[in-house]
C-alpha cells in the first residue's frame, strides 16, 4: 500500500502540478491520498480534491482521498496531526511519499520532522525555474524549466 501527503497552500497549482509530475514521472499511484493545509485555504479544498481525483483517474487508479485543517502558523498543530498520521501509516506498513511543493513552513516542519526519522520513502518537491508558468497546468509548463526532486529516493 502507498500513501501520499501532500501539502496545500498559496498555490493551488503547485500541488496539482507536482502531483501530477510525480505520477506521471514516478509511477507512484498512491492508495490513500492525504492532504494537510492551514485553516485560512480551507476553501482550496474541493478544487485540489477534484484535480488529484481526475489525475488519477486518467492514469487508471482512484486513491482515497483525505484532509487535515491545522490553524495558520501552528507549529505545534502541525507536528501533532502530521506526527500522528505518519506514525500510524508507518505501522500499518505503507510506503510513504511526502510532497512539500505547495506546503507552507508549518506544516512542511511538521511533515519532515516526523518523515525523516521514519525513514520515509520519498520527500518530493517540484520546482519551476520562472514564475512565468507557475499557474498553468502541468502539460503547458515546459519541461526544461521544471526539476523534479526526490530528497530521499534519489539519494541511491
Do not use: C
Not at 493545509?37 to 481526475?54: C, F, R, S
Request: charged share 25%; hydrophobic share 45%; aromatic share 12%.
Amino acid at each position: 500500500m502507498k500513501a501520499y501527503v501532500t501539502m496545500l497552500g498559496r498555490s493551488t497549482w503547485a500541488m496539482i502540478n507536482a502531483y501530477y509530475a510525480i505520477v506521471m514521472h514516478k509511477k507512484y499511484y498512491p492508495d490513500e491520498i492525504y492532504i494537510f493545509l492551514e485553516d485560512i485555504y480551507a476553501e482550496k479544498i474541493p478544487k485540489a480534491v477534484g484535480a488529484l481525483k481526475i489525475i488519477s483517474r486518467a492514469f487508471g487508479f482512484e486513491p482515497k482521498i483525505n484532509w487535515f485543517i491545522v490553524e495558520e502558523a501552528n507549529f505545534v498543530d502541525a507536528d501533532k496531526k502530521i506526527g500522528k498520521l505518519l506514525k500510524e501509516l508507518k505501522e500499518k506498513g505503507f510506503e510513504i511519499a511526502i510532497e512539500i511543493t505547495s506546503g507552507r513552513k508549518a506544516v512542511v516542519a511538521g511533515a519532515l520532522i516526523h518523515g525523516i526519522p521514519l525513514n520515509v520513502d520519498h520527500v518530493f518537491y517540484l520546482a519551476i525555474r520562472s514564475m512565468e508558468y507557475a499557474n498553468r497546468p502541468y502539460m503547458m509548463i515546459p519541461l526544461h524549466v521544471q526539476i523534479l526532486r526526490d530528497f530521499v529516493g534519489d539519494r541511491e
